[in-house]
C-alpha cells in the first residue's frame, strides 16, 4: 500500500536515563504516524507509538526508562528471548544421543534460555533500509545449548507496521526457539489493565500444562473452554472462569496450537488484539506455529513505567510468537533441532490500525 512506501527515519543515541548506559544504544524508528524504539541491550523493542481512532499518539508497550529497573525486574519487556524462549523440562536436551546438561531458572526447568539469555546481552547494531540489524554470537556451551550460534534480529518499520526477521547458523546441531516479548496496552502504557481488551486467535488447540507451566504433550482443542478465543471475546472474561488451568497461573500463560501455516511459507495471521475504547488494534502475524498469551499475572508493581505508574497485574498482555514450549521433548511437536548447514528464519509482523 502506499502508506507502507513511505521512507523511515532512523538514528540512534546512547541510552542513559540514569547516567550509566553508554554501553546501550537507543535506534528510534519513525514512519508516518508510528514511532518505535529498539534497544542494544537484549535486541529489545523498548517502545511503540501509535495513533488512536481519534489520531491522538500513545506509546502501547509496558516500558521504563529506569535503567536498574531495565537491568533488573523490566529485563524481558520487549526483549529477544533465546537461544529457547519459554520452557524447557528437567533442564537438559538430547541431541543425537548425546546429553546436553541446562542452566537451571528455577522449578525444574529452563526458561527463556537460562539465567543468562539473549536478553542480558548487548547486541550489535546496524543500520539497514527502514530499520535497524542487530547481531550477537553465542559460543559453544552457552547456557548449556551446544554449538556456536550467529543469531540476527532485523526490526524494520512501516507506516502501519513493525516486522520482526529472526536469522540463526550453528557450528553443531542445536535447539533454536527465538521470540519477542513485548507486553501490550493498546489504550497505552500505565493506563490500566487490559482485561477490557478483546483477543482473537486463529488457533483451535492450546497446549495444558503442568504446575511448572511444562505441556503435559497433546493438544487439547479450546471449544468449550476459556480458551477459546476463535471468535473476539474480553481477556477478563475467560480469566474470570473458574478453570483449572486458568486458575494454576491466576490468568493466561499457555500456548495456543496456530492453525496450519500456508505452503509459501510466509506470516499469516495468529492474532487480533483490540482495544475498544481507543480503537487501536494489533494484529500479529507470524511464520511461526504456535503463539503464547502471557496477561502479566504476576506483576506486583515492581516496575513503574514512564508515565509514573506501577505495573499490576494485567497491566498488558504478551504474544509471543514461537514453537510450542518444550519441543525437544515432545516428539509430535515441531521441531526446533538446527543443524550445521541450514538456517533458522522465522518472521512476525505487528500491525497496528483504528476500528
Known amino acids: 500500500m502506499a502508506a507502507s512506501a513511505q521512507a523511515t527515519e532512523v538514528r540512534h543515541e546512547p541510552f542513559e536515563p540514569s547516567g550509566a548506559g553508554a554501553a546501550i544504544e537507543r535506534w528510534t524508528l ?9 534497544l542494544t541491550l537484549g535486541a529489545t ?5 501509535a495513533p488512536d481512532r481519534s489520531g491522538t499518539p500513545a506509546q502501547i508497550l509496558l516500558s521504563t526508562e529506569d535503567l536498574p529497573q531495565v537491568l533488573g525486574a523490566a529485563r524481558h519487556y520487549g526483549s529477544t528471548v533465546g537461544r529457547y524462549a519459554n520452557r524447557i523440562a528437567d533442564c537438559r536436551i538430547t541431541l543425537d544421543g548425546e546429553d546436553h546438561p541446562l542452566a537451571p531458572t528455577g522449578n525444574g526447568v529452563t526458561l527463556h534460555g537460562g539465567p543468562d539469555g539473549f536478553a542480558h546481552r548487548i547486541w550489535e547494531a546496524e543500520e539497514i533500509p527502514g530499520g535497524v540489524r542487530l547481531k550477537l554470537y553465542s559460543p559453544d556451551g552457552d547456557q548449556g545449548f551446544p554449538g556456536g550460534l550467529d543469531v540476527t534480529v532485523s526490526y524494520t518499520l512501516s507506516a502501519d507496521a513493525v516486522t520482526i526477521d529472526y536469522h540463526a547458523v550453528t557450528s553443531k546441531p542445536t535447539v533454536v526457539n527465538l521470540t519477542n516479548h513485548a507486553y501490550f496496552n493498546l489504550a497505552g502504557e500505565g493506563s490500566g489493565d487490559v ?4 483477543l482473537t486467535l486463529d488457533a483451535d488447540h492450546y497446549t495444558p ?4 507451566q511444562i505441556p503435559l504433550g497433546p493438544f487439547e482443542a479450546v471449544a468449550g473452554t476459556p480458551f477459546d478465543f476463535t471468535t473476539a471475546r474480553p481477556l477478563g472474561k475467560g480469566i474470570a472462569e473458574n478453570h483449572p488451568q486458568v486458575a494454576a497461573a491466576h490468568g493466561y500463560d499457555h500456548n495456543w496450537v496456530l492453525r496450519e501455516r500456508p505452503a509459501d511459507g510466509g506470516p499469516s495471521r495468529a492474532a487480533l488484539l483490540e482495544d475498544p475504547e481507543s480503537g487501536r488494534t494489533l494484529e500479529v502475524l507470524t511464520t511461526e506455529p504456535g503463539i503464547q498469551v502471557y496477561t502479566a499475572n504476576g506483576f506486583q508493581g515492581a516496575v513503574t513505567g514512564a508515565r509514573g505508574v506501577p505495573y499490576g497485574p494485567y497491566a498488558g498482555v504478551a504474544l509471543e510468537t514461537q514453537h510450542h514450549p518444550d519441543s525437544p521433548h515432545q516428539p509430535s511437536y515441531p521441531s526446533t533441532v538446527l543443524r550445521p548447514g541450514e538456517e533458522f528464519r522465522s518472521t512476525t509482523v505487528l500491525r497496528l490500525g483504528t476500528a
Open 209 to 212: 500444562v503442568d504446575a511448572r
Open 195 to 198: 482485561l477490557g481488551h478483546l
Open 30 to 38: 519513525r514512519n508516518g504516524p508510528l514511532e518505535a524504539s529498539v
Open 45 to 49: 523493542l523498548h517502545t511503540l507509538t
